[in-house]
């Protein structure tokens, strides 16, 4: 820990469940430490139940730090914060006086192999990241698998010492967002609960369980509530809560278009009880957004949510048991989760659609039906049997077709999804 007074340090698991109700969260990081507070700042005056987030480079996410020198040396922007390389005392300037008890901060990365920005963020006062050794290896570049798990083993042990000196770290999985698109619900689903249980066994005992909005509604209600009951079933400790991320393959180009889809994201995530909201802004399809365009993001959904209800779903479902399937033959691989994980990949028992990551089979296809539900066209090695699939041919054209749906969708003049008022 750093020389920050540890009773200023949040507890960002139990704020989100004490919040009373959906806490919105933006994507949110700049180069600039100046930038990077006034951000934080904004966030913490919006018209919101909010949480702050520090999301780093791409550089730092790498381990590029040279590249970083050099782009700060040029006067060129980086695309967030680079946390490992300034010193701790800038961070905890930007920081001063905004994060705390009343306003958690969390540091977002994207990396599979993070040991130097766990360091960082602990030595700043920072108790909450997020990621996994699946989630942000696979999609991300070429790192083995094996190294991520490693890696991503020893970073989660090291982040739950916290709690000797009183600080509750908190986790959150990214596996429910895998590629973003095209992967059906179930192995979402799958993913982010092997996630939260690998983080179990390593230490840390608060997590968050994520899920993508992806390109139907009432098959999100479903998936999410299977998370939640999985997650009830499955997770050893009760400090658990889930996230719902809005839409991550292509963004609609229109403001209404952009609204409407975070507005269904804002409802899907207070339909299934879900207690914290990534939100995305109506700049998303063409640049990284200002503070403003958060901020109105972050307002927006939190308008949307206070007139959304929550709904009761099915106690079971198909999703519910695929993922259920999924789960199980995992953990059946091994008693070390991490080895488990490894061996699911090698084995095929899990495999992403569409990821060219060199651990992952890539003999999965998934396809979106006249419904809109994401369905599979090919479950390759996955344990879940030809009963769960509808063969086809994904084609080149039906792919391209597939990955601009919700785009053209929510971009219609007149588009086929419940109008989000007031915008």
């Known amino acids: 820990m750093s020389s920050l007074d540890r009773r ?112 960082a963020l602990v030595a700043s006062g920072m108790s909450a990241t997020e990621g996994g050794p699946v989630s942000y290896c696979l999609p991300y570049g070429r790192t083995r698998l094996a190294d991520s798990v490693a890696e991503w083993a020893a970073c989660v042990e090291s982040f739950a010492r916290l709690r000797e000196v009183g600080v509750e770290p908190h986790l959150e999985t990214f596996g429910g967002c895998m590629m973003g698109q095209l992967c059906p619900p179930s192995e979402l689903v799958a993913i982010s609960v092997l996630e939260a249980l690998f983080f179990h066994a390593h230490g840390v005992r608060s997590v968050s369980v994520s899920y993508a909005q992806q390109t139907n509604h009432d098959q999100d209600v479903e998936a999410v509530l299977a998370l939640r009951r999985l997650c009830a079933e499955l997770l050893p400790h009760p400090d658990w809560h889930v996230v719902v991320y809005a839409y991550m393959g292509l963004y609609p180009v229109t403001p209404e278009g952009a609204y409407r889809l975070l507005g269904k994201a804002a409802e899907l995530a207070v339909a299934t009880g879900s207690e914290r909201l990534i939100v995305k802004t109506v700049a998303e399809s063409r640049r990284i957004p200002t503070v403003e365009e958060n ?72 396809y979106i039906d006249d419904r809109g539900w994401l369905r599979w066209a090919d479950t390759g090695r996955l344990p879940l049997g030809r009963a769960v699939s509808s063969p086809r041919t994904v084609t080149a ?17 007149h588009a086929q999804v419940e109008p989000v008022a007031g915008v």
């Open 8 to 119: 200023r340090v949040a507890d960002f698991g139990a704020f989100v469940k004490a919040a009373g109700g959906l806490v919105v969260q933006p994507r949110m990081g700049f180069g600039s430490p100046e930038r990077m507070r006034a951000g934080l700042a904004a966030t913490k005056s919006a018209d919101a139940r909010t949480v702050g987030t520090i999301t780093l480079d791409s550089y730092t996410r790498v381990g590029d730090h040279e590249a970083v020198v050099d782009a700060l040396r040029q006067g060129v922007g980086l695309n967030g914060y680079p946390i490992v390389h300034y010193d701790r005392a800038v961070t905890e300037r930007v920081l001063d006086g905004i994060g705390g008890p009343d306003f958690p901060v969390q540091v977002r990365h994207g990396s599979a192999q993070p040991r130097d920005i766990f360091a």
């Open 295 to 366: 901020v109105s993001a972050l307002e927006h959904a939190a308008r949307v949510a206070e007139r959304s209800r929550p709904l009761s779903g099915p106690a079971d479902s198909a999703t519910y048991q695929e993922a259920r399937t999924l789960i199980e033959a995992v953990l059946n691989l091994h008693p070390d989760i991490g080895t488990a994980l490894r061996t699911a990949f090698a084995r095929g028992y899990l495999d992403v659609p569409y990821c060219l990551h060199p651990d992952n089979a890539g003999r999965t296809r998934g």
């Open 397 to 413: 054209g039906g792919l391209l077709a597939d990955l601009s749906h919700v785009r053209r969708a929510y971009d219609a003049p």
